[in-house]
């Protein structure tokens, strides 16, 4: 498809979109989201999690740093705003958060040259490509001088197929709010090595007990399975099918299930195997 190929942008403004400013910002951030920020320069962007104090997922984001700060993009199926996550934590810093979800339009799309001005940060909330931001008054604007370089407008349900096809696990969808980093091969955005974070000692302790206790997994099955459908390994439950979509004759499947048996046969509860991908 256009998108797979890097043929095409999407239109990413229903995304919530949190601005935070101020003299403390990239400390304050840097303190509790689990990417390291004190690097980031304009035009730079990376993906983050916030957690709770036990280690669960909070929030799954994408920090992008503009001219007026940071720009927190924030997929508005998660349950809980981060505006609300963050605000208790604001006391005394020299910090606001304001919400610019209305006010503001982002765009992911190839990194080509645009004849349209548009403030840019690399990667996109896709993790490739360019992101866009405008005002949302100019959102037509750029879409259209996005399709006079002869790419294409792709759909969310484009960007879902992506997503399940490339096997990357989704919050909520694929992990819920009791799961941890790992559980979704997350802990990439954590760094380890800058210091504190929200939730670092759980992490830690993760560590040293060597594996979550649920993992989501990556499988192909060759004839229909759904969401929410049941895994079975040996003669028990596992766990549940938390993506499923058609790919080359099959389907790509996410599945999140126990650890002791990530690696081992699976099929569903009416019988369909599900082979093993990774």
């Not at 840097?30 to 390291?36: E, K, Q, R, S, V």
């Not at 992506?162 to 909520?172: E, T, V």
């Not at 040293?208 to 049941?230: E, F, I, K, M, S």
Request: proline content about 5%; hydrophobic content about 45%; aromatic content about 4%.
């Amino acid at each position: 498809m256009a998108l797979e190929e890097g043929r095409a942008f999407v239109d990413l403004s229903g995304m919530r979109k949190i601005l935070v400013a101020g003299d403390d910002a990239e400390r304050w951030l840097n303190d509790l989201l689990t990417a390291g920020l004190a690097d980031l320069r304009v035009g730079d962007a990376r993906r983050s999690l916030l957690l709770t104090p036990t280690g669960r997922i909070r929030a799954d984001l994408h920090v992008a740093r503009i001219f007026a700060g940071f720009l927190l993009l924030q997929d508005a199926r998660q349950p809980n705003p981060v505006q609300e996550l963050l605000a208790p934590y604001v006391l005394s810093s020299a910090v606001s958060l304001s919400d610019r979800t209305d006010g503001l339009a982002v765009l992911a799309a190839p990194d080509l040259p645009v004849e349209a001005e548009a403030e840019r940060f690399r990667p996109s909330p896709l993790e490739w490509g360019v992101g866009l931001v405008v005002n949302e008054a100019r959102r037509g604007e750029i879409a259209a001088a996005l399709r006079s370089t002869a790419i294409f407008e792709a759909s969310p349900d484009a960007v879902e197929v992506r997503r399940i096809r490339l096997g990357r696990p989704r919050f909520p969808g694929d992990l819920d709010q009791d799961s941890l980093p790992a559980e979704g091969n997350l802990e990439r955005l954590i760094d380890l090595l800058k210091g504190c974070f929200l939730g670092q000692e759980s992490i830690a302790k993760v560590r040293n007990l060597g594996h979550p206790p649920r993992v989501v997994v990556r499988l192909r099955a060759d004839a229909p399975v759904a969401h929410g459908d049941t895994v079975i390994s040996g003669d028990q439950q596992t766990g549940k099918i938390t993506s499923a979509v058609t790919e080359n004759g099959g389907w790509a499947v996410l599945a999140r299930v126990r650890w002791e048996d990530r690696d081992g046969d699976l099929r569903t509860s009416t019988g369909i195997y599900l082979h093993h991908l990774d």
